[in-house]
């Protein structure tokens, strides 16, 4: 398994040790913390119990180079031990101005990967892609590669062609493959645990700490600052902050809860034996409006709303919204989106079941923030020990 | 008798003379300003304390004198921390406990007698200006650069005159002795030191403003400083280096360079006329038909032309309208496309590409600040090079219009008041976290953002001061609060935070002519330093590079940063000089362009197309 100390990784290692699988690990090395480490440290989140623990191993490789940054003793063994490949390891930045570094985490990797693979006893192939391969559309978008050429951001686009690159590979080899197509995943449905805090999270928190911070100059330096921004005290205590967002017209945003996304992940892996495409997506997107109104309830402001495109003049766009804009800019196309996302195949497994993704519904969304706050936005998810 | 913790601030003393100039108007150190000697500031102290620890001084009269004249004023705290972060006021309560304690024990106080060398000095200069006394000799004994050994020196003389120099020179031909000139007092690359006579010319310091011809005339005791502060008072400027050098002893030594070479020049560029005094007692100037022909340059190791005794230098004119500018940027080579660009289009008096060591380094009060601005910078921020520009308000506009992103006065201020703030996780998770196409700088520095900054940064004199030692703060807040401690244009011109850089740990810079228009080169040479300095386990770092002669050339500074008490480090910088030498060899004599500064000491005043243009 590659990607195992990210967020859907680990949640999936974590899951695996759990049910009795023998798991080996291939992390990354990194000079401050070793690999050991840190599946160590997650291992210890997630309260993996010694006993399942001995059923893993780690060992250091480099996703970029073709040998995995290992001797070819090691590599020899690696063949003869893998059965099957989940791979999780991937590049998730959206920025262009990062497109080397995507590139080489979700093309090159992954073709590294497949190497592997094909020179391995592996039979059966598990992906982790996501359900926004199918680039810029809007409609409905099926469970099965469909060829495509324009994508919103570079990690739509490199993993629309990692996808390719596997099907093809795939298919020359005799591996079985299955490809998971999550959503946007953001923490726990049953105790807002999470370890990551991006994504759903990042606006989010960009409107706390502007609060926090338009808070603190109004108590305590007479709010000049916060005059100069539109900033003002609003009724029962709460924030004014005028923030009109640009909501578009499209459907909401596409949001699983990562249990629910292993659940599906490990039902669909142990069912679906001759290999396939599953979008492990949310039936109920949810909308900007019902974000919006979370967000200020939970955080007591005032002044934030979602405007539909035509009713948003732009030329009037005052500083903290052109702010608030600039930040959430590689977000915006999932706030609009209108892309839906069939998912009869993953139902069909799922329905016999009676696996079900949650609502995020406001206690589901506060029980989120809770922990998101309560763990500084990850900073504390080990305790003293940083992210 | 011996304070550990006082003998471990003062082997830290980078000899950089910052205690010889009054660069935070707390005025100067009472007995050094009174007595002139090196021995008699900080920087001698620390240097007495140091061989007293080692058992190297006796207990002289020259040491008493030394430690009574101590006040305990605490200047030399004050000056010492703003460049250092070193509180030398520890050394001198030691010290002065040191002597008191042998004083009332009964020791003897030895008085070094007078031979015939010293009669002959003081003869010339007068008793108090010349002296063998070991406490004020080891003063002049001792510089940073590790592979340099102690050398004591067997005379001390400061003389006053041209008159005195040619004496001087004279007497030493006359008993076979050798001789160095020191312009401050200082050393700090192993190479000023002698068996024979140490000429300190700190009491050589006239400044002659000819406001007609836009010309300084200048003793060589006078400092960068000191000159620039005088020239300013006229409304002009001068292109000179760090602000305790003697201008006089960069000139001779590897001719003026700084950030306003984009604009001013190099070397012989901004000498108007000089004076020497020869080996052999001879004066000439310049101008004289038959003086040595120092404007030329020859491409090997040759002595000084003489003793300098005064230079004529250029004065700039200055415009009310000139500001400093920052314009981030994302990688080095876009920071070298545009500073080339900029020269090129002869736009910015100084120009620079920094990196973002000196930058977060410069800025910070403390060594603990700076490392966690310089984290910031690049993974937060997204800002891997700057490139720097002093101009008028066209210039600006045009950098601007060009860069499309900068820092201007107001903000480079408002970061600079609230760095402490700006350092904080909070910001740098946020920022970090940003997935847009725009570098982070890009929001940062977005005008929208200027009520957002200043409400969470807070800056002010007394949000930076909360960066130092408590019972500094006072101190910090009120320095803070002068307008020019934050201006990009002052703070270039005095050049007082660039000592900074050497705040953590001993610098030894490597400096060197590079083509501009050769990225890959400048890059496979910064690569060259890079490797070698990590192969030895020395820390490095890109320090800076300023185009000159219209982005045809550029002066390029590569930094090692060393324990200057460590005789592990001292090996290591050793084995990594010894291998890049070869390569930098190899690479100046393929590349038009390429000039090493080892073969342009001494010849300073040299005029550059003649080392450049080969």
Redesign the interface.
């Known amino acids: 398994m590659t990607g195992g100390t990210g967020f859907l990784g680990s949640h999936i290692a974590s899951e695996l040790l759990r049910q009795g699988y023998r798991v080996l690990l291939l992390v990354r090395p990194n000079s401050q913390v070793s690999a050991h480490a840190r599946v160590e440290q997650l291992l210890t989140w997630f309260g993996i119990s010694p006993k399942d623990k001995r059923r893993l191993k780690v060992i250091e490789a480099r996703m970029d180079q073709p040998d995995l940054g290992l001797t070819q003793e090691r590599y020899a063994d690696l063949t003869n031990t893998i059965d099957e490949i989940i791979h999780c390891a991937s590049n998730t930045?959206?920025?262009?101005?990062k497109r080397t570094e995507v590139e080489r985490a979700n093309i090159e990797g992954l073709q590294h990967i497949l190497d592997l693979a094909a020179r391995s006893k592996c039979y059966f192939f598990h992906h982790l892609s996501t359900a926004y391969v199918a680039g810029k559309k809007s409609g409905p978008c099926r469970e099965e590669f469909v060829e495509t050429t324009s994508f919103t951001n570079v990690y739509e686009e490199t993993k629309y062609y990692g996808e390719r690159i596997l099907f093809e590979k795939c298919d020359d080899e005799g591996i079985r493959l299955n490809v998971y197509r999550p959503s946007i995943v953001y923490g726990s449905a049953e105790d807002g645990r999470s370890l990551r805090?991006?994504a759903l999270y990042?606006p989010l928190?960009?409107i706390l700490?502007?609060k926090n911070?338009?808070m603190?100059?109004i108590e305590e330096?007479g709010g000049k600052?916060?005059q100069?921004?539109g900033v003002k005290m609003g009724t029962d205590g709460s924030l004014h902050l005028p923030i009109r967002i640009e909501a578009g017209n499209g459907n909401g945003i596409n949001l699983v809860p990562v249990d629910f996304f292993i659940k599906a992940f490990m039902e669909i892996m142990d069912t679906c034996l001759e290999g396939s495409v599953f979008h492990i997506v949310n039936e109920r997107s949810k909308t900007i409006d019902a974000l919006v109104e979370y967000t200020t309830r939970y955080f007591n402001l005032e002044g934030i709303e979602a405007v539909r495109t035509e009713d948003f003049d732009k030329q009037s766009r005052n500083?903290?919204e052109?702010?608030f804009d600039?930040?959430v800019?590689?977000?915006k196309p999932y706030m609009r989106d209108n892309r839906i996302f069939s998912n009869d195949k993953t139902r069909s497994i799922l329905e016999k079941k009676n696996i079900k993704c949650p609502d995020l519904d406001y206690e589901l969304f506060s029980k989120c923030m809770q922990y998101a706050i309560e763990t500084g936005?990850?900073?504390n998810l080990f305790g003293k020990q940083h992210q | 008798m011996i304070s550990e913790q006082a003998r471990q601030i003062a082997s830290q003393c980078r000899h950089y003379a910052m205690c010889k100039i009054d660069f935070l108007e707390t005025g100067l150190c009472p007995a050094g300003e009174k007595r002139h000697y090196v021995s008699y500031f900080p920087q001698g102290r620390m240097d007495i304390y140091s061989a007293l620890a080692n058992n190297l001084l006796p207990l002289t009269e020259g040491l008493v004198d030394i430690a009574n004249t101590c006040t305990l004023c605490g200047i030399c705290d004050k000056q010492c921390h703003f460049v250092t972060g070193m509180r030398p006021l520890k050394v001198m309560e030691a010290l002065k406990r040191h002597v008191e304690a042998s004083l009332s024990e009964n020791k003897a106080v030895t008085k070094i007698e007078e031979d015939a060398v010293l009669k002959d000095l003081r003869k010339i200069v007068g008793t108090e200006w010349a002296t063998n006394d070991p406490a004020i000799l080891v003063t002049y004994a001792n510089d940073p650069f590790p592979l340099k050994d102690m050398q004591m020196p067997g005379y001390v003389v400061l003389p006053r005159t041209k008159d005195e120099i040619v004496a001087i020179v004279n007497m030493a031909n006359k008993h076979g002795l050798p001789y160095v000139v020191r312009g401050n007092g200082s050393s700090v690359f192993g190479i000023v030191f002698t068996d024979g006579i140490v000429l300190d010319m700190n009491r050589m310091k006239s400044i002659a403003i000819d406001r007609d011809n836009w010309v300084a005339a200048i003793e060589p005791g006078v400092t960068s400083f000191d000159l620039q502060k005088e020239v300013q008072k006229h409304g002009f400027r001068v292109n000179v280096a760090e602000p305790a050098a003697t201008v006089c002893g960069n000139i001779v030594c590897t001719g003026i360079f700084s950030t306003w070479s984009n604009a001013y020049g190099v070397a012989a560029d901004n000498l108007i006329n000089a004076e020497f005094v020869d080996s052999a007692g001879h004066v000439f100037d310049l101008n004289d038909v038959g003086a040595p022909n120092i404007f030329a340059f020859r491409n090997e190791m040759v002595p000084p032309p003489g003793i300098c005794t005064k230079a004529h230098v250029r004065m700039y004119p200055t415009t009310k309208d000139e500001q400093g500018l920052l314009v981030p940027l994302?990688t080095f080579d876009e920071a070298v496309a545009l500073a080339r660009d900029l020269s090129a289009r002869r736009i910015g008096v100084a120009l620079a590409v920094l990196g973002g060591h000196y930058l977060s380094t410069f800025m910070s009060p403390s060594a603990a600040l700076a490392d966690k601005v310089k984290e910031n910078l690049t993974k937060s921020l997204d800002i891997n090079s700057m490139v720097f520009m002093v101009g008028d308000r066209y210039a600006r506009d045009a950098v601007k219009k060009m860069a499309g992103v900068t820092i201007d006065d107001k903000l480079f201020r408002m970061l600079m008041l609230g760095l402490p703030r700006l350092a904080e996780?909070?910001w740098a998770?946020?920022l970090r976290?940003?997935?847009?196409?725009?570098?982070a700088y890009e929001?940062f520095c977005?005008e929208?953002?200027y009520?957002?900054l200043?409400?969470?940064l807070?800056p002010s004199p007394e949000t930076l001061a909360g960066a130092v030692d408590e019972d500094l703060r006072d101190f910090y807040a009120q320095l803070y609060s002068r307008p020019e401690m934050t201006d990009l244009v002052w703070l270039n011109m005095f050049r007082i935070i660039s000592s900074r850089m050497a705040r953590h740990k001993h610098v030894i810079a490597f400096i060197l002519y590079v083509p501009l228009d050769r990225i890959d080169i400048i890059k496979e040479i910064n690569g060259l330093f890079k490797k070698v300095g990590d192969k030895y386990g020395i820390e490095n770092e890109f320090g800076f590079l300023t185009p000159m002669d219209f982005g045809k050339r550029a002066i390029l500074e590569y930094d090692y940063y060393i324990d200057q008490t460590s005789r592990s480090d001292a090996e290591r910088i050793g084995k990594a000089m010894t291998e890049i030498d070869p390569e930098l060899e190899r690479l100046s004599a393929d590349i038009k362009g390429i000039k090493l500064m080892k073969y342009i000491l001494s010849q300073g005043c040299a005029r550059k197309e003649h080392f450049l243009y080969r």
């Open positions: 930045s959206f920025s262009e101005r805090f991006t990042y928190r960009t700490f502007l911070l338009f603190k100059d330096s600052r916060a100069q921004m500083g903290l052109i702010l600039t930040y800019d590689a977000y936005w990850g900073a | 994302g996780d909070e998770e946020l976290n940003f997935e847009g196409d725009k570098y929001i977005m929208e953002m009520p957002l200043e409400a969470a807070s």
